[in-house]
């Protein structure tokens, strides 16, 4: 168990643990632009994984897939996403956790919207 000081301060520390200098990280686009922040600082280069408007903004795993290479540490996830709002459904996350399996690749999961997601 590990107590941080607010998401952001958690978001670091999990991108810190996981990547190096010149390693990267696979984040959401459109996304939260702390993301790009929290990589630039600690040397890491970010990939994007595209959000496909046309399906409630949901990853596009092709997009996902095609960002990942041997310096590849994490993927994070936004759900629901800042700022485009979606929530994904349970058979996306499902998708999502098995394109992560594959990859052989951990989730960062930022879920600090989740008991703000209305109806």
Known sequence: VLITSGCSHALDLAVGVLAN???NIIIPRPGFALYSMICSFRGIEVKFMDLDPEKGWE?????LKRAV??????IL????????GSVYSKSHCEELLEAAKQLQLPIIAD?????????
């Open 111 to 119: 879920e600090i919207y989740s008991e703000m997601a209305f109806d």
């Open 59 to 63: 990853v596009n795993i092709s997009s």
């Open 77 to 84: 996830v936004n759900n629901p996403s800042n700022p485009c």
């Open 69 to 74: 290479n041997e310096r590849t540490k994490a």
């Open 21 to 23: 200098p010149g390693d």
